[in-house]
């Protein structure tokens, strides 16, 4: 997406995480419903179900997908993962 005409500074806080969601932005951006869960749980492994599922949330926050789709808020991983039933073993790099 072309970002010339923004100012350096909204340049710099576009498509990142600027802060910590809260709940209630939790609940409204990276609830999984059962369709969600679904094509979550068809992906081969835990960690692949977890970043399947984090993806849609992320790009209804941000309007976009992150560069870095590991630099997402552990609180977000947390909510997702819960949501699936994966331990947090599988949040964790290898």
């Known amino acids: 997406m072309p970002v010339s005409f923004l100012t350096p500074e909204q340049r710099s806080r576009y498509g ?3 802060a910590v969601p809260d709940i209630a932005q939790l609940g409204a951006f990276f609830h999984l419903d059962t369709d969600d869960r679904r094509w979550a749980m068809a992906a081969n ?3 692949n179900q977890l970043g399947w599922s984090v993806q849609p949330g992320t790009a209804r926050f941000l309007n976009c997908f992150l560069d ?3 630099d997402v808020p552990a609180v977000v991983v947390d909510y997702v993962a819960e949501q699936l039933g994966l331990s947090s073993a599988c949040k964790q790099p290898s």
Do not use: I, L, M, S
């Open 45 to 47: 492994g835990a960690r």
């Open 16 to 18: 990142v995480f600027n």
């Open 68 to 70: 870095d789709p590991e």
